[in-house]
């Protein structure tokens, strides 16, 4: 479907502006058109990236969704069933019904535009980019976490290999090698399948993985993070996650596990020119190694607003930033809603966002 909507010139003054035009940015766009904002005169979404699909179009191809495709949908429109891999589609089909749900709601989403910074100007905030600047009303943060990969830091010259999951891309690249694979959510799990068909691979985790049920996905992982939610509300108390596990079973992960691989050491200590050691004397060589190690927050956009916590985060209360009303911040993760940060709890957040703003 063609998109025909109106593009805003820079230097004008809308009711929202939409930073990231990801999951959390198009579910967003959603509810503001919804509610009766037009896209492109009333309020307008930014993204860095050239093409649609926000971090799904720079994940590794053979990655899989945690949900079936029926429980992987941003609000409005259902993304299209994948009959393949029990249902769980790869990050290519979500790209396209990403790239297909902008069209459909004609979100006018611009790109590429780069946001360097969102300033306080005279009631308003400013929104400066690469493309020149935008001022609102209201600024809302939904840039995610996948340009800020994190790896810790541990003593020692490791000289082999080195990538994260940002930069994975196929298995093949390790095929012969000894493979460390540090990690112990689903990404490390997805990864150590495919890897240790080709490799000798050693998985390291802070500790014991946990996985989930063989039938349960990601909806339980969202009702959870709902529950947990819910229960921090009214000051009572939720197991969690830690009362089922983590790691969903894909059909790649049950595969792992019936070839025996599924079984982790405790992290080690340190690294050594080809390889890692641990603190009782033992050390294992490898030739390289996978940081599934996670990401923290892109906000660095928002540094001139002086919001971050003693834990590097903003503080919220739900979305709304403590200090600046103005802003708001969506798909982070549980601090800025529960499940926010997978597709199908980003919609529920950004309904509730939307309508405290409307």
């Known amino acids: 479907?063609?998109?025909?909507?109106?593009?805003?010139?820079?230097?004008?003054?809308?009711?929202?502006?939409?930073?990231?035009?990801?999951?959390?940015?198009?579910?967003?766009?959603f509810y503001l058109r919804r509610a009766g904002l037009t896209p492109g005169e009333d309020f307008v979404i930014l993204d860095s990236a050239a093409e649609p699909g926000g971090a799904w179009a720079h994940m590794w191809p053979t990655l899989r969704t945690f949900s079936p495709t029926q429980h992987s949908s941003l609000p409005g429109w259902m993304m299209p069933a994948?009959?393949?891999?029990?249902?769980?589609?790869?990050g290519a089909h979500v790209v396209d019904y990403l790239t297909r749900y902008e069209q459909r709601y004609q979100l006018a989403v611009q790109r590429p535009v780069r946001v360097r910074a969102v300033e306080r100007d005279r009631g308003a905030l400013v929104v400066r980019t690469d493309k020149g600047d935008w001022t609102a009303d209201h600024v809302i943060s939904a840039t995610g976490t996948w340009s800020r990969p994190f790896v810790p830091t541990y003593p020692g010259p490791f000289a082999g290999q080195?990538?994260?999951?940002?930069?994975?891309?196929?298995?093949?690249?390790?095929?012969?090698?000894?493979?460390?694979?540090?990690?112990g959510g689903n990404s490390a799990a997805q990864i150590l399948a495919e890897v240790s068909t080709v490799a000798d691979t050693t998985w390291v985790t802070q500790r014991e993985p946990r996985f989930l049920p063989d039938d349960v996905d990601g909806r339980a992982l969202f009702e959870i993070a709902t529950a947990r939610r819910r229960a921090h509300d009214t000051g009572t108390t939720s197991a969690?996650?830690?009362?089922?596990?983590?790691?969903?079973?894909?059909?790649?992960?049950?595969?792992?596990?019936?070839?025996?691989?599924?079984?982790?050491?405790?992290?080690?200590?340190?690294?050594?020119?080809?390889?890692?050691?641990?603190?009782?004397?033992?050390?294992?060589?490898?030739?390289?190694?996978?940081?599934?190690?996670?990401f923290r927050p892109a906000l660095s956009h928002l540094t001139p607003l002086a919001l971050r916590g003693t834990d590097g985060l903003i503080p919220t209360e739900e979305?709304?930033?403590?200090?600046?009303?103005?802003?708001?911040?969506?798909?982070?993760?549980?601090?800025?809603?529960?499940?926010?940060?997978?597709?199908?709890?980003?919609?529920?957040?950004?309904?509730d966002l939307v309508k405290s703003l409307t």
């Not at 093949?172 to 460390?180: P, W």
């Open 319 to 351: 979305t709304q930033a403590l200090k600046e009303p103005r802003l708001h911040l969506v798909g982070y993760g549980d601090w800025t809603g529960p499940a926010s940060a997978t597709l199908i709890g980003v919609g529920r957040t950004a309904r």
């Open 82 to 90: 994948w009959t393949g891999d029990n249902g769980y589609p790869p």
């Open 240 to 294: 969690g996650v830690a009362g089922l596990g983590d790691i969903v079973m894909v059909y790649s992960v049950r595969q792992a596990r019936d070839r025996g691989v599924l079984h982790a050491r405790r992290m080690f200590t340190g690294l050594d020119a080809d390889g890692v050691h641990w603190a009782d004397g033992s050390r294992l060589s490898v030739d390289a190694i996978i940081w599934c190690t996670g």
């Open 1 to 29: 479907m063609p998109q025909n909507t109106p593009q805003p010139a820079p230097r004008g003054h809308l009711k929202v502006v939409v930073i990231g035009g990801g999951q959390a940015g198009l579910a967003t766009g």
């Open 162 to 183: 080195q990538a994260h999951t940002a930069q994975y891309r196929r298995a093949a690249d390790f095929a012969g090698q000894r493979v460390l694979i540090v990690g």
